[in-house]
């Protein structure tokens, strides 16, 4: 299973993203997630994008492990993938359940709407 999913449900494309156990921001999901996004944006049928963790989790942030060995300064980087999100020409809508701390958050606010689930949790 690619660490993130594309699907279409209807005209909404569903990206999630899977780095268990807390969905951290690794370079793989960014990856993933920058690829995803640049399909769906090409994609004339697709009308709006959603983003979301699976397992529970929308996403812990960071990856202590590429922070230690600077990996996540590799490109892109959460802020390359903000800047990507936040020139998108279609609606990005954020399905929070469970945590999203830190990058996870901040993803969830680089959308142009957040819905949670009853057990979302946020923090910066």
Not at 58 to 69: L, V
Request: one cysteine or more.
């Amino acid at each position: 299973m690619p660490a993130v999913s594309y699907r279409l449900e209807g005209e909404i494309a569903l990206l999630s993203f899977a780095n268990p156990p807390v969905n951290a921001l690794s370079l793989v999901v960014r990856t993933g997630l920058m690829e995803r996004l640049e399909r769906a944006a090409a994609d004339d049928a697709v009308r709006a994008i959603v983003i979301t963790g699976v397992g529970g989790t929308f996403s812990s942030g960071a990856d202590i492990n590429e922070i230690a060995s600077g990996a996540a300064l590799t490109a892109p980087t959460l802020r390359d993938l903000q800047a990507h999100m936040e020139s998108s020409r279609k609606p990005l809508v954020a399905a929070i359940d469970g945590i999203a701390f830190g990058g996870g958050f901040e993803i969830a606010l680089t959308c142009h709407w957040r819905v949670g689930s009853r057990s979302a949790t946020v923090r910066a």
